[in-house]
């Protein structure tokens, strides 16, 4: 099995059906029921401390396991999540965020997977969710 | 037991301590052991379709329970979630969303409930929340 | 809406797909969307210090859940549990358990809801869950 | 790090404190932050269609974990569950139930992991739990 659709190709389909999300994340890699996807921190999601924001790391995971899921079933735009479960773990540094997304389970009506999150030189995770994709 | 901050006294210390959110939530109620936040839908908070993005949802869930913390212990900037767990269930109406949380525990060093998410106006949920503070 | 099955069809249905749990469980009453199904406590259920174990509680949440399904859809022993997301927040006190199960959402293909359990006499929940059950 | 205690010492460790579980789990491996634990299965633990039941699973799940956590921080009965979350995946075969467990923070207070669970001798996992211990 290899991944159906390439980092470019995912970067252009996201640019048109989220254009509001452009330039919020990087594909770093995709592969067969995987994706690494980069958040670079900016002012907006912080929270006192200078750590990254639950929500924000939230919004990552979603990313990063979308990412996966496109990869591989390709372009869909109504992949929609219908439950996520996080752990935050330890606080983040004030640098990009890595989310390293897995699929589990590649079904035709659900994808499971989980999500890896870490600061960017950090041996240890900040937070680790599980995901359910619905695929329509 | 009563409130120990008034929707007032939370709304300044949250300006104080998110600047950047200000605006973003409307805290409609607090109770002892309980909250009412109104998230105003603007462009930023969309997905394809028109309806109200997970991230979103999330940082409604999210905000909803940290007032009901706030109102039940006191200004305390350092409460942090240390788990969310999130069950989309139907497409949020094109208009304000309504978070309702609810703590059902409360003890010194967690707190744990939940939070219905509603789209104004609508009779049923469109996502429900479980999740845990970790209180310093 | 009305209850499909009453409670004496759901204990006929239950005692002939899962004659492994006879007794096990007291269905309490069933409603539309509901359920609440009573545990009584027997020595396989507790571990040191005399509580109930949390595989038991699991049990119980995930027992009263399905009731509540099949008081809503009727006969179907191949609806399975595909999430359940469980808050252990309080010592059970050593007697009957009880589990008030609710749905969210009754779709098609899914139900989801939450699961609140009680120790019989006590005014605080020692547990809540939330859970997804698919329906084939 | 090396674990703290061995698999014997782990064992005569259970034997003492959970009596009731003797025979029921048979504990494979253990190792710094992570543990694999089998539960061979008898009729008890199977649903309609000769498959596991999902309390059968939850139970093997926050056993291997318990069992990671004993190996983590040594003798220590009142490490207690505060919270499993389980996504049920596929349908495990009539055989051994795998429990691979794996504890990805370990705090003062708080033990957070996950545990990925196997039909012996199939490729693809049945079922992913995530779960938190309380550490007293």
Chains 1, 2, 3, 4 share one sequence.
Not at 14 to 22: W, Y
Not at 96 to 112: E, N
Request: hydrophobic share 45%; glycine share 8%; net charge negative.
């Amino acid at each position: 099995m290899s991944a159906k659709l390439t980092v470019g190709e995912i970067v252009d389909f996201l640019d048109e059906v989220f254009p509001q999300a452009r330039g919020l994340f990087v594909i770093e890699e995709v592969g067969p029921l995987r994706a690494r996807v980069r958040m670079p921190i900016d002012e907006q999601h912080l929270r006192p401390g200078g750590t990254v924001s639950g929500p924000a790391m939230f919004w990552l995971a979603d990313c990063a396991f979308y990412v996966a899921v496109l990869a591989s079933i390709g372009r869909e735009a109504q992949a929609v999540t219908s439950n996520m479960n996080i752990n935050f773990m330890r606080r983040p540094a004030h640098c990009d965020l890595i989310g390293d997304a897995r699929i589990l389970k590649l079904g035709r009506r659900l994808a499971v997977g989980d999500v890896t999150l870490w600061s960017e030189g950090m041996e240890q995770p900040v937070a680790h969710a599980t995901t359910t994709y619905a695929i329509p």
